[in-house]
């Protein structure tokens, strides 16, 4: 028998597991490590967080991620090269962090790595009638990932998504379902990253079918976007502090918010690829604020990711109260002019993030795939929201042998 099947054999039968999740999202702000220690799996899955770190991504990567991000046309060769690169680069990452944390990358059981996705295609955002599918796209090759560390790595995790009819995102779902359902609340996980999403939890162990997660527009992709263009140097709006110094301008906002995105049923997901410079550059041409103030613009544009996040609530719950319970992740979390907005649009909502449930709220995400290589390895598909709800019943993710 191949010993690394073996491996899987005997990891799988363990009591817990020592699962690393790596995480790069659309910010390109750099890659989450988050060293897991799970016990059990499905519904008795236990976490405990026990290292997380940001490799930051310098700006040579960041430019050459940007060289193909969301971009339709590229170069196929540049394309290749980066697959194998971020893998390798993803790589000496884990091994600067084990280093770093003087662990022995032996007394790791599995890397969970996400990969860097590239461009995301949703049938409702390509729309071409010659390919009814979704696609999406991450890069940073497992291969090279289990080959650097010597770990097995599973990736490429949303392409059995894809297969059993989703759109490949959000997989947020099936983790936040098997880690933070409470039997005494009602919950919805908003995650505030580029993109933001949220998870619907009804309480534990009633209607799991229920279970769903969608995303909702921009998170901070359009604000990162606009503080680039005019404060060349700067990643994002500290602490919201131009943004806060901004007023809405109600015709911007109302253009922006004239995509058939926002009226789509639920759950759908998205991508830089709508919610790039070219649509805000659009809704400025029509709103005639083209010369509208960096401030304000800020401002209208932390408006227009509350909003998005609101009519996706109020169209998940028809009308009806939404859960009062709102835990916040993702980097958004740290901008005040996006929290105020937020607490005006759902005005009901008791916000705190997920650090009151115990999950870092900036770990959240890699956190994720660790999860999802854990159930991959110990567990069975996760039945949750099947159906209407299109979370389909899939484990997910490509196992790759470091040898
Ligand atoms: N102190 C802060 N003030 C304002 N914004 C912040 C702060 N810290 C982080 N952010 C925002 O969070 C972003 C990073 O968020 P995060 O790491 O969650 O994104 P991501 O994982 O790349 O996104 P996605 O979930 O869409 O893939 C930064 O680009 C910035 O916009
Ligand atoms: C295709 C893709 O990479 N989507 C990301 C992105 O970042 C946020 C949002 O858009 C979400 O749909 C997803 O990531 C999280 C981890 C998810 O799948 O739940």
Known sequence: ??????????????????????????????????????????????????????????????ARIRTVFAREQVSLEYLTLLNPWLGNLHAAAIRECLREWNINPADIDLVASHGQTVY????????????????????????????????????????????GGGEGAPLAAYGDFLLLSSPDEERLLLNLGGIANFTYLPRAGQAAHTAFSTDTGPGNTLLDATVRAHRPG?????????????????????????????????????GPELFGVAYLA??????????????????????????????????????????????????GAHNPALRAALQRHLPAARFATTEALGVLPDAKEAILFAVLANEAVASQPVAIGQGRQRVPAVTMGKISFPG
Do not use: W
């Open 1 to 62: 028998m191949n010993p690394y099947v073996a491996r899987l054999c005997q990891l799988a039968s363990q009591p817990s597991r020592r699962i690393i999740g790596l995480m790069s999202g659309t910010s390109l702000d750099g890659l989450d490590v988050a060293l897991c220690r799970l016990t059990g799996h499905g519904a008795g899955t236990r976490l405990a967080l026990e290292q997380f770190r940001t490799v930051p991504y310098t700006d040579a990567t960041r």
């Open 120 to 163: 995301h295609a949703p049938r409702h955002q390509h729309q071409r009638p010659d390919f009814d599918l979704n696609a999406t796209l991450q890069l940073g090759d497992g291969d090279h990932v289990a080959v650097g560390t010597g770990i097995i790595t599973l990736s490429d995790f949303r392409q059995k998504h894809l297969a």
């Open 234 to 270: 700067l990643q994002y709006d500290e602490d919201g502090r131009l943004a806060l110094a901004g007023r809405v301008h109600e015709g911007l906002l109302a253009a922006l918010l004239d995509h058939p995105f926002f009226a789509a049923p639920l759950p759908k997901t998205t």
């Open 282 to 331: 659009a809704a400025q041409q029509h709103s005639a604020t083209t010369a509208l103030g960096l401030e304000d613009t800020l401002a209208t544009l932390a408006e227009l990711s509350a909003v998005g996040v609101a009519r996706a609530v109020r169209a998940a719950f028809g009308g009806q109260p939404s859960p009062e319970a709102v835990y916040v992740s993702g980097g």
